[in-house]
């Protein structure tokens, strides 16, 4: 069969390449917010998420998911969850280079851009794999919020900020990293919290027992949860330990795993709670707003995902584009083809500025900005990847649809970021609270935005509807994605016209914010210098 099957015109493997300092948007960035200093910390980073290595521990990963052990061999009740090594090694390799909860501790050590470096190694690292991203991020989130608990804090931070990844099930106390998850879903409430029926009762000794069904919790072989329940004043919220300080284990039944869309490497289950020991975080009655400490920190992630999403299809599409020919030519030269990838680059380098933006407001504790600008960006970074990574799909043809290729991994996860800590709508209407209970947020994010004041007369005219749009207390429920999605767009033009190449901030203002764009990418208006675009967004070797 050697005769018909001669292979040619095929795209070699997508190896060697460095998706942090090799990606030039994502570089500035780095630079533009933090230092050189902070770039080169990360290049073992980024030359391992490039490597064939990394690649095939993403491919293992989703191809042997995890499994549920419920029981051991002697009938007793285990609960716990099977991974293949591969998905160890990513957790490794995370935790090695600071992703989880590590720059809280390099913060409170004058680190002034531990945020950032943890942000771009984030967005680089996680284009590898996204579903292990799920764990490392709670562990990040989820210590501003085990703060209102001083005392908490004290025993659990250092293991939440260790930069060791140390699997199985033992006391927390004892293990030289940990990681944290979050259970806050149950079956009739979904986003709805305060309808959830899992109940706190207190003890003598200050622990509480929980009682109860959380409907989606992820990553449940995590050592340390936060989770809410209803107390006598309400709503609370709790960490809750899989091993308890005795040696013991808690009560923390799973019931099954989610057979769910996106990635299958990372475990999401159901979890029953009977008389399960937790500790109260924050006070009684208050749990709503002590564990959206964590789910505001996470939200970032889900803005730096999705980026990281985009630029993955991004540089596959790219990859492809550059080897493969067609009707005698390279597919990047045909001028079409260079309209629709240039289009998917605009995209991709508008999410990772501001991505990385929110990343500094970390670092410089602009709390006002970050709280609108945060929502804003989650709902219009994350509702935007699904069809950008459909395009970035479609340049392979037919290839793209092949688990091969990566694409289809990458187009299962798309849509993952807009559901995650608050759906679309759920996040829009959070964009309005944001702007009713705090003018400073809005002063603070219509000062980033006027920053690009007089730059284009586009981008000018974008900012007006802008501020009509706030002005106008008409059906602004009515009008919230609206609303959020403009704010979004204006900050990512400001980012883009004090920052980016004069032809990437013209392409944007062009299509995103004056009009001049089809309902599909690849309808940049004539003139648009698609090949330098394209030509900026190539990554480069390690």
């Avoid at 562990?139 to 608990?149: D, G």
């Avoid at 299958?264 to 159901?270: G, I, M, P, Q, V």
């Avoid at 000018?460 to 609303?483: N, T």
Wanted: net charge negative.
């Amino acid at each position: 069969m050697n005769a018909t099957h001669t292979v040619t015109n095929q795209v070699p493997p997508l190896v060697g390449h460095d998706p942090v300092a090799g990606d030039t948007a994502l570089r500035e960035a780095c630079l533009r917010h933090a230092d050189a200093l902070t770039l080169d910390s990360l290049e073992e980073l980024g030359a391992l998420a490039g490597s064939e290595q990394a690649a095939e521990w993403g491919r293992l990963a989703n191809e042997v998911p995890p499994r549920l052990r419920t029981h051991d061999r002697t009938g007793h009740r285990i609960d716990e969850v099977e991974f293949h090594p591969a998905w160890h090694e990513l957790m490794t390799a995370a935790f090695a280079h600071g992703l989880g909860g590590t720059p809280w501790a390099l913060a409170a050590a004058d680190d002034a851009h531990a945020h950032v470096r943890r942000a771009v190694g984030y967005l680089g690292w996680t284009q590898v794999e996204a579903g292990h991203g799920c764990p490392v991020t709670m562990t990040y989130a989820v210590v501003p919020a085990l703060r209102r608990a001083p005392e908490l804090a004290v025993v659990f931070e250092p293991g939440l900020t260790s930069t060791t990844y140390q699997f199985g099930l033992a006391d927390p106390r004892t293990k030289a990293g940990l990681v944290a998850g979050m259970g806050m879903t149950e079956k009739q409430g979904g986003s709805d919290v305060r309808a959830g029926t899992t109940r706190a009762t207190a003890r003598i000794d200050g622990t509480y027992h929980l009682t109860g069904h959380k409907w989606f919790t992820s990553a449940p072989m995590s050592d340390l949860f936060l989770v809410l329940a209803q107390t006598e004043e309400g709503v609370s919220c709790f960490l809750v330990p899989r091993m308890l300080p005795d040696g013991e284990r808690n009560v923390f039944r799973l019931q099954r795993l989610k057979d769910k869309l996106g990635d299958r490497s990372n475990a999401s289950s159901e979890v029953e709670f009977d008389r399960t020991v937790g500790w109260l975080v924050g006070e009684p009655g208050r749990g709503v707003p002590a564990i959206l400490d964590m789910v505001t920190t996470t939200r970032l992630d889900c803005v730096l995902g999705s980026a990281a999403t985009v630029r993955a299809a991004l540089t596959q599409a790219l990859h492809h584009a550059r080897h493969r020919s067609a009707f005698g030519a390279l597919l990047v030269d045909q001028p079409l083809m260079r309209n629709v990838l240039a289009d998917v680059a605009v995209e991709s380098e508008a999410a990772t500025a501001l991505a990385i933006r929110l990343a500094a407001a970390q670092d410089a504790g602009e709390s006002d900005f970050l709280r609108l600008a945060g929502a804003a960006a989650k709902f219009h970074v994350c509702k935007r990847t699904p069809a950008v990574v459909a395009e970035a799909l479609e340049v392979l043809g037919g290839n793209g649809y092949v688990e091969e290729s990566v694409l289809p991994r990458l187009y299962r996860q798309s849509p993952l970021n807009s559901i995650w800590e608050g759906s679309g709508n759920v996040i829009a209407l959070d964009v309005l609270r944001a702007m009713a209970r705090d003018s400073a947020s809005v002063a603070a994010v219509l000062a980033e935005v006027e920053a690009a004041a007089g730059a284009d007369d586009r981008f000018d005219a974008a900012v007006a509807r802008l501020r009509a749009e706030l002005a106008d207390p008409e059906d602004l429920p009515f009008r919230a994605r609206r609303v959020a999605s403009l704010l979004a767009l204006c900050l990512q033009g400001s980012l883009l016209l004090q920052h980016a190449p004069g032809a990437v901030a013209d392409a944007f203002c062009a299509t995103r914010l004056a009009g001049d764009w089809g309902s599909v990418l690849g309808t940049l208006p004539a003139g648009t210098a698609a090949v330098e675009i394209v030509e900026r967004a190539v990554v480069a070797p390690a």
